[in-house]
């Protein structure tokens, strides 16, 4: 891992807006959460991969100008929010944030040489933190699904503690367990890296 005068930065990567969880509630009936989540009393788990959390702009919905370097993330946030003027429902502005203390020595590079144009919007550091995913360089979540051979409850009793409501972990000491835990679990994804997650604006009820 990266050494420890920088395990506290945090590597800004985009912005997006994203479906509010009591939305999209009816998308994970018992059934489809009880093949996917580590935590069942969820509403709708939220997540950086937006295959599980929808985005208002799929990585495969083509728009006609930039919007930045990371899977599809906005690397404005004003610019975000004129484009979301024109999408209808009610939609949750987030921040993602690469936590520069899970990167290995051997990925550091990789993820300078794609953010090295992107500016630090410092606006999201005052932005309500949501929770720690664990995904890979393409934003995929490893904490959903069940692989062959695993015991989903088994998997539950040991790791769904740890995370929110949100099916997010809290503490990013669990977050980078899981880490280590994902890179083993799924090696054609590895390396693994732990994200976090901020909300614009003041929590909602939903």
């Known amino acids: 891992m990266i050494d420890d005068g920088a395990r506290d930065e945090e590597l800004f990567l985009g912005f997006d807006a994203r479906r509010p969880p009591s ?9 489809r ?10 509403t709708a788990p939220v997540s950086v991969d937006y295959l599980v959390w929808p985005s208002a702009w799929p990585l495969d919905f083509t728009i006609l100008d930039w919007r930045g370097p990371v899977q599809g993330l906005w690397d404005n946030e004003a610019r975000l929010k004129s484009r979301l003027a024109s999408v209808p429902g009610r939609w949750w502005v987030v921040a993602v944030v690469l936590e520069w203390w899970s990167v290995p020595l051997d990925a550091a590079e990789d993820w300078r040489q794609r953010t090295t144009e992107l500016e630090d919007g410092t606006e999201w550091r005052r932005w309500k933190p949501i929770g720690y995913d664990v995904a890979d360089r393409f934003l995929t979540s490893g904490m959903l699904w069940f692989r062959p051979g695993e015991d989903p409850e088994a998997l539950r009793t040991e790791w ?18 899981f880490q280590d835990f994902s890179n083993k679990r799924a090696p054609e994804h590895a390396p693994y890296f732990v994200y976090r997650l901020f909300r614009s604006g003041q929590p909602a009820a939903d």
């Not at 509630?25 to 018992?30: E, F, H, S």
């Not at 959460?33 to 969820?42: I, N, P, S, T, Y």
């Not at 409501?165 to 980078?176: N, Y």
């Open 33 to 42: 959460r009880r093949k996917a989540l580590l935590r069942l009393d969820v």
């Open 23 to 31: 939305e999209i509630r009816a998308q994970w009936p018992l059934s």
């Open 160 to 177: 769904g503690h740890h995370l929110t409501k949100r099916h997010l972990f809290s503490q990013r000491e669990s977050a980078a367990r």
